[in-house]
């Protein structure tokens, strides 16, 4: 018998869980199907979202065959047979064929998949969880238009939720009482897997207890059987990126409350490695010259993090993250390096003035012999005006003293002792 998640698929574009900003009406991806004109396709998103249910509803609207094929298994034999059959009954109206997980066919199987969509002998939607523009070949995706699927609110996938116990009662013949909160919990904890939700269903189904002549569904069965999806995690992934994009960004932006919630999900994902990274360089980049003590005190709370381990880690860690989220912002230092690294790799290097270098004698070449170096603590307030930049950048200027305190300070300092030389 076919798992709950296959019974309940849907046949029409109204029917199909999310993605309203493709399947909405005059949305661009609706419009395309409506049209019946089937270009290649790539579809790009999580599993479990529609992305298989979208390309069978397209087959039958176009009366195309529909074949599909899992790139982790397939061959390149493998699409040469879907290939022949466009001579046969079967492929009289055209052939659709679904790809799934392209990312797994090496350039040469592309190549050969190519061959077939260039001539119009397939249309090929094909599927991917990774970004297509890293995974994807150039040659496919400039005949292809990529589509980005979304994951399913838990909105929408409750609807999908209460559907499918409907459709589970009526095929054991009975009733189901279920309590408060089970079709919420299940919509929830899925992670907008529509698949995983439906999967769910079927086994709180399976064990739901009789009571008074009805099968009764607890919201304790619902959680011990729920598998738990909304970490969405995946190291290697784009989701891996995310998590700690809006991590750094929630610190960052001085948010304690969001950039925990970001350290939550790195921590229950098990990347404590990720989590210290990017807190000692949000420390660094963002905090900086605003409160520089603040940098020691964060990498003595990795250490601490990294000898106590999991679960204990995460104390320490979010002493350090809501005192980075709280702190004054600076990134004059991380601007300042950056800009001196753009002229070096623009080829902006000069010789080392010679009052710098590490040598004491001169060739016979130089008419004027000495190295003339001013050293500083011989001059007043330890400073002394000289060029320390080669030539070709002695004018240029990478650091901006920030408008915190801190550097105010510093600027106040070094105004009073170099005057117009600042």
Same mark, same amino acid.
């Given at each position: 018998?076919?798992?709950?998640?296959?019974?309940?698929?849907?046949?029409?574009?109204?029917?199909?869980?999310?993605?309203?900003?493709?399947?909405?009406?005059?949305?661009?991806?609706?419009?395309?199907?409506e049209s019946g004109e089937i270009p290649n396709m790539v579809f790009y998103g999580p599993?479990?979202?529609?992305?298989?249910?979208?390309? /069978?509803?397209?087959?039958?609207?176009?009366?195309?065959?529909?074949?599909?094929?899992?790139?982790?298994?397939? /061959?390149?034999?493998?699409?040469?047979?879907?290939?022949?059959?466009?001579?046969?009954?079967?492929?009289?109206?055209?052939?659709?064929?679904?790809?799934?997980?392209?990312?797994?066919?090496?350039?040469?199987?592309?190549?050969?998949?190519?061959?077939?969509?260039?001539?119009?002998?397939?249309?090929?939607?094909?599927?991917?969880?990774?970004?297509?523009?890293?995974?994807?070949?150039?040659?496919?995706?400039?005949?292809?238009?990529?589509?980005?699927?979304?994951?399913?609110?838990?909105?929408?996938?409750?609807?999908?939720? &209460?559907?499918?116990?409907?459709?589970?009662?009526?095929?054991?013949?009975?009733?189901?009482?279920?309590?408060?909160?089970?079709?919420?919990?299940?919509?929830?904890?899925?992670?907008?897997?529509?698949?995983?939700?439906?999967?769910?269903?079927?086994?709180?189904?399976?064990?739901?207890?009789?009571?008074?002549?009805?099968?009764?569904?607890?919201?304790?069965?619902?959680?011990?059987?729920?598998?738990? /999806?909304?970490?969405?995690?995946?190291?290697?992934?784009?989701?891996?990126?995310?998590?700690?994009?809006?991590?750094?960004?929630?610190?960052?932006?001085?948010?304690?409350?969001?950039?925990?919630?970001?350290?939550?999900?790195?921590?229950?994902?098990?990347?404590?490695?990720?989590?210290?990274?990017?807190?000692?360089?949000?420390?660094?980049?963002?905090?900086?010259?605003?409160?520089?003590?603040?940098?020691?005190?964060?990498?003595?709370?990795?250490?601490?993090?990294?000898?106590?381990?999991?679960?204990?880690?995460?104390?320490?860690?979010?002493?350090?993250?809501?005192?980075?989220?709280?702190a004054p912002k600076s990134n004059s230092a991380y601007n300042a390096i950056a800009r001196?690294?753009?002229?070096?790799?623009?080829?902006?290097?000069?010789?080392?003035?010679?009052?710098?270098?590490?040598?004491?004698?001169?060739?016979?070449?130089?008419?004027?012999?000495?190295?003339?170096?001013?050293?500083?603590?011989?001059?007043?307030?330890?400073?002394?005006?000289?060029?320390?930049?080669?030539? &070709?950048?002695?004018?240029?200027?990478?650091?901006?003293?920030?408008?915190?305190?801190?550097?105010?300070?510093?600027?106040?300092?070094?105004?009073?002792?170099?005057?117009k030389d600042l």
């Amino acid at each position: 018998m076919p798992p709950l998640a296959d019974k309940i698929r849907p046949t029409s574009l109204d029917d199909v869980v999310g993605q309203k900003h493709l399947l909405g009406e005059g949305k661009p991806l609706r419009k395309i199907i409506e049209s019946g004109e089937i270009p290649n396709m790539v579809f790009y998103g999580p599993s479990g979202i529609g992305k298989t249910t979208l390309a /069978s509803i397209i087959a039958a609207r176009t009366n195309k065959t529909l074949r599909k094929l899992n790139a982790t298994t397939a /061959s390149t034999q493998d699409i040469k047979d879907i290939v022949a059959q466009l001579d046969t009954f079967a492929g009289m109206n055209g052939i659709l064929l679904y790809l799934d997980e392209i990312q797994y066919f090496n350039k040469k199987q592309q190549q050969t998949l190519l061959e077939f969509i260039e001539n119009g002998s397939i249309t090929l939607i094909a599927s991917t969880t990774e970004n297509p523009y890293f995974y994807v070949y150039n040659a496919i995706l400039s005949r292809s238009t990529v589509f980005e699927f979304k994951t399913v609110t838990p909105d929408e996938v409750e609807k999908a939720v &209460i559907r499918g116990f409907d459709l589970a009662a009526k095929q054991r013949s009975t009733v189901f009482e279920i309590e408060d909160g089970v079709t919420r919990y299940i919509a929830t904890a899925c992670g907008g897997d529509v698949r995983k939700a439906m999967n769910a269903v079927e086994l709180t189904a399976l064990t739901s207890v009789k009571k008074d002549g009805c099968e009764v569904i607890t919201l304790e069965s619902a959680k011990e059987l729920t598998q738990k /999806s909304a970490l969405r995690y995946d190291r290697d992934g784009d989701s891996h990126y995310d998590i700690l994009s809006g991590f750094q960004k929630s610190m960052r932006g001085s948010d304690p409350d969001a950039a925990l919630y970001y350290l939550a999900r790195l921590l229950e994902a098990g990347d404590l490695p990720s989590a210290c990274r990017r807190l000692m360089v949000c420390v660094c980049e963002d905090v900086g010259l605003a409160y520089p003590q603040l940098i020691p005190i964060v990498k003595a709370c990795v250490d601490i993090a990294n000898a106590v381990g999991l679960p204990e880690a995460r104390i320490p860690l979010a002493d350090a993250v809501v005192m980075t989220a709280n702190a004054p912002k600076s990134n004059s230092a991380y601007n300042a390096i950056a800009r001196a690294s753009a002229d070096i790799q623009s080829g902006k290097i000069g010789s080392i003035p010679r009052h710098l270098q590490n040598k004491h004698y001169d060739g016979e070449d130089n008419p004027n012999k000495g190295q003339f170096y001013k050293y500083p603590h011989d001059y007043p307030n330890s400073w002394v005006k000289q060029q320390y930049l080669p030539d &070709i950048l002695k004018n240029a200027r990478y650091y901006e003293f920030g408008d915190n305190k801190n550097e105010q300070a510093f600027k106040a300092y070094w105004e009073k002792i170099k005057g117009k030389d600042l």
